[in-house]
C-alpha cells in the first residue's frame, strides 16, 4: 500500500478540505493523545506484563504511522475508510456510572447450557468479561476459556507466541491491537476432543469504541467448534467495533468456527479473522453477516500444512441501507491442500454488497485443489452487489474453479408454486429459504432457529 499523508488522501476522495492526521482529530475530536493514554490505562487497569504493553505501544505507532486506506486500492474500492475513523476511545473500565460487570448470562447461552447442548460459554460485555463456564470434565483436561488479559501473565509463552501472528497489520487491525479489552483465549490441549461447542458472546452496549479480540490455540489430533457472535447496538446511536480472531489448529487438529455478526444499525464494524492450519488438520468456517449498518470483514485461511483444508459457507442479507464489503483469502502454502468456498447473498431494499475472493496458490504447493462460489439473490430492485474473484496460482499443478451468479426471484419459480396455491409473497420466502438453508444447516439447531427467525423478520416487507 502507498503511504501518502492525509491530505493527499482528502484530495484523492475529492474532499473540499483536508483533515488534519487521523489519530489528532477524529470526528469527535480523538487524540493522539488521547489515544496514548487509553493505552496506558487499560494496560495498567489490567495489570498486563511489559511485553504486552509494548506491543500495545507498538500497535498504536502503527495505527498513526499508517494512512488511511485507499480507495484506488481494490479492497476499499467500494466502501469508505472514513466511515472507520474512530469517533472516541473505549470508556474507562471503572468510569463512573459505568455498567456493572456482567454477572449471568443472557438467554441465547443460558437455555443451551443449561440443555447440555454446550461445552461451555462466555460473556463479554462492552469489553468486561462476565460469566465463564468450562465443563468441569473437560476442564480437568485443560481446555480454557480465559480472560486474555489474565493469560498474558499466567501463560505468557503461549500467548506470545499467537497473540498478534495471524492478522496482517492493517490500520484498524492495529488500532484493535492498541486497544482491545475483555479478550478471550480458548487452548484445547493436545489429543483433546471437544465434543460439543463453546460459545463466546460479545454484547455490544455503550460504546463508542469497542475493541474485542478472540485467540484460539487448538492443539495436535483436538477437536473443537466455537460459537463466536457479535451482537448488540440496537439502541446506541453509533458504537464502532473493531473486531480481531485468530485461530492456530495444529497438526490433525479439527476446528469449526461459526462466526455470527448480527450488530444493531446502530453500529459499524471492521472484523479481521485468520486461521493457519498445519499439517492434515481441517477447518469448517461458517459466517453469517446479518447486522451493522457497515460492515466490512476480511477473512483468511493460510494452508500452511501438507493435507490442510478449509471448507467455508457463508451468508449475508442486507436490507434496508446496509452496507457489507466482505473479503476471503484462500493462501495454499503447502502441498496437497484443499479449500472450497461457497458464499451467498441476499439484497433487498437498497442494502449493498461487495465480495472479493482471492485463491493463492504457492509455487510450493503443488497438487493442491481450491474451488469458489459467489452467488448473489436480489429481491428488489435498488440493490446493488459487486463480485470480485481472484486467482493468483504460481504452480502448473493444481485444479482451481470460481463463479459468480447474480440474479432476482425467477418468475417461473414463483408462477410454479402460485400455480399450487401458494400466496406470491410466501413463495418467495420459500425462496429465499432454500437460498440459504445449505447455510443454516451447518449451524447448531438452537442457533439455527434464531438466525432464521431473524432472516424471516427480514422477509416480513416482501
Known sequence: ???????????????????????????????????????????????????????????????SSL??????????????????????VPSPPEAPGGRPRPSELPPELAAPLAAGDLAGAALVASGKLGQVTVDARLARAGVVIEDLHQAARTR?????????ALVPPGKFEALNAALWRGGLLIHVPPGIEVEKPLHLLNLVEGGPLE?????????????????????GGEHAREVQVYAVVEAFAGPSA??????????GHGATIHLAQRSRLLRDAKLVSVVASLGASVAKADLGTLLEGQGAEVELTGFLFGKGRQHFDHHTVHDHRAPHTLSDLDFKVVLKDRSRSAYTGLIRIAPEAP????????????????????????????????????????????PEHLFYLASRGIPRREAARMIVGGFIEPTLNRLPEDLRERLRVQVEAGLESI
Open 156 to 164: 505468557p509463552d503461549l500467548v506470545r507466541r499467537h497473540l498478534g
Open 254 to 263: 479439527r476446528l469449526r468456527h461459526i462466526l455470527i455478526q448480527r450488530l
Open 367 to 410: 497438487s493442491s485443489e481450491a474451488y469458489q462460489e459467489n452467488r448473489n439473490l436480489f429481491l428488489n430492485e435498488g440493490v446493488k452487489a459487486e463480485s470480485i474473484p481472484e486467482l493468483e496460482i504460481l504452480t502448473d499443478e493444481v485444479m482451481c474453479t470460481h463463479g459468480a451468479t447474480m440474479g432476482s426471484l425467477d
Open 211 to 231: 475493541a474485542p479480540r478472540v485467540l484460539i490455540v487448538v492443539e495436535e489430533g483436538s477437536s473443537l467448534t466455537v460459537i463466536d457472535e457479535y451482537a
Open 67 to 88: 494512512p488511511l486506506p485507499d480507495r484506488v486500492g481494490h479492497l476499499w474500492r467500494y466502501t469508505e475508510p472514513e466511515r472507520f475513523v474512530p469517533g472516541g
Open 1 to 63: 500500500m502507498d503511504r501518502v499523508d492525509t491530505e493527499a488522501q482528502a484530495t484523492l476522495l475529492g474532499k473540499a478540505k483536508a483533515r488534519a492526521p487521523v489519530v489528532a482529530g477524529g470526528r469527535d475530536g480523538v487524540t493522539a493523545e488521547g489515544l496514548r493514554a487509553a493505552v496506558e490505562g487499560l494496560s495498567s487497569s489490567r495489570r498486563e506484563p511489559e511485553w504486552l504493553l509494548h506491543l500495545r505501544r507498538s500497535a498504536l505507532k502503527t495505527y
